[in-house]
Structures are given as structure tokens and as C-alpha cells.
T-cell receptor, first 118, second 116 residues
């Protein structure tokens, strides 16, 4: 089945630094990738939708300059948390949808990346 | 606009007992409905989905869900709980007509605990 690899699974950084999280579709081409943020014991909140070769579409309230998303190829999307602060500490999850198929494309989720900002 | 309500943030059952996790949705267009399971510090795994056709949907690990349009519900059930079923379960909805089966709106999740 479809596999999405997310890296790193855990990252700890100092306040003020930037962190990049990668999301790769391993055995399919992902025309669309989604980035979610999950706070402890809460649901997933969609941050942005990225389409290969175009700018990401951010959800209301998500700072695009803070959370930089790049979807340069059909198998890779990256989320960069710039100038990270402790309040950015969270579990970030990506998901990918393949091209073609029915309108009910099934998302494949990565295993998530836990960011801790000290 | 779409939304999902999961009744009960925590559900506890005995091993071997029936599992029932409730999900109600709101959608202005025909919905696609999904159930996902999440184990600690992991991503989400699809249990089952409803798109069109048969309203009783069978998924992995013995789970099933029934789409009831009149009740706007998509409750998840399993006849006999197993210890390995302990996890967080999320119900999600997306819009079918726009081909937006990818943009999901999640419920707040239900933590299932299975006791001996």
C-alpha cells in the first residue's frame, strides 16, 4: 500500500532556530500534501494544503511566514518552522493524496514529527 | 461547511465487549466519511471509509460503521474488543461533490480504553 515517510520523528531545538520537517511519498506521486498540527490529546488541525509546483494554501489563522511549506516535487513536501518558540512545540503530521483515482482519494498519513522547542 | 462531533472523549470497555464509538456529522453537500485510528506518537491509519453505495462499511481489524443519512451519523462498532484496540479514534468528513475527498475535517477524537 501507499507509504508516507516523515522525518525527523522527533526534534528538539532552541528557541529562535528554524526546523525543517520532510514528508515523502515513497511509492506514489502525491499531487497534494496536507500539513496538520496536533496538540496533546486534541484533534488534528489542518494548517495548509500544498500542491506540487504551486504555493501552499494556508488555513485561517496560520502564519505563512512562520510555517513555510514547499512542495517542489511529486514526492516531497517540507514544512519549515521559522524562528521557533516554545508555543510552536507540537506534533506535526503530514498526509499525501495520490494523483488520479476517484474523487474520494484516501489520504496516507506520515507517522508524525514531535517538535519540542526549548 | 462541514463539522464532526464525536460524543464521548473517553470510552472504556471490557475485553470481549462491544465497542461503539459515536460520530455525527454536518455537511451541506454529500459527505465522504472516514474513521482513523491513532496509536501514541504515530500518524493516522485508515480503518474504513464511506463514499457511495452500501451504507454498512467494513474495515480492518473487525471494525465496521454504518452511514445513516437521516441521523447524520457514522458510528463505529466492533463486536468484541481486544486489548490491541486501545487507541485514539478519529471520525472525519470531507466533501464529495467537489472532489475534495482529501481535505478532511476531523472530530475531536475518542480515546478507547480496553480493560481486562
Amino acid at each position: 500500500g501507499a507509504v508516507v515517510s516523515q522525518h525527523p520523528s522527533r526534534v528538539i531545538c532552541k528557541s529562535g532556530t528554524s526546523v525543517k520537517i520532510e514528508c515523502r511519498s515513497l511509492d506514489f506521486q502525491a499531487t497534494t500534501m496536507f500539513w496538520y498540527r496536533q496538540f496533546p490529546k486534541q484533534s488534528l488541525m489542518l494548517m495548509a494544503t500544498s500542491n506540487e509546483g504551486s504555493k501552499a494554501t494556508y488555513e485561517q489563522g496560520v502564519e505563512k511566514d512562520k510555517f513555510l511549506i514547499n512542495h517542489a516535487s511529486l514526492t516531497l513536501s517540507t514544512l519549515t518552522v521559522t524562528s521557533a518558540h516554545p508555543e510552536d512545540s507540537s506534533f506535526y503530521i503530514c498526509s499525501a493524496a495520490g494523483s488520479g483515482g476517484s474523487g474520494a482519494n484516501v489520504l496516507t498519513f506520515g507517522a508524525g514529527s514531535r517538535l519540542t522547542v526549548l | 461547511a462541514q463539522s464532526v462531533t464525536q460524543l464521548g472523549s473517553h470510552v472504556s470497555v471490557s475485553e470481549g465487549a462491544l465497542v461503539l464509538l459515536r460520530c455525527n456529522y454536518s455537511s451541506s453537500v454529500p459527505p465522504y466519511l472516514f474513521w482513523y485510528v491513532q496509536y501514541p506518537n504515530q500518524g493516522l491509519q485508515l480503518l474504513l471509509k464511506y463514499t457511495t453505495g452500501a451504507t454498512l462499511v467494513k474495515g480492518i481489524n473487525g471494525f465496521e460503521a454504518e452511514f445513516k443519512k437521516s441521523e447524520t451519523s457514522f458510528h463505529l462498532t466492533k463486536p468484541s474488543a481486544h486489548m490491541s484496540d486501545a487507541a485514539e479514534y478519529f471520525c472525519a468528513v470531507s466533501a464529495a461533490l467537489t472532489g475534495g475527498g482529501n481535505k478532511l475535517t476531523f472530530g475531536t477524537g475518542t480515546q478507547l480504553k480496553v480493560e481486562l
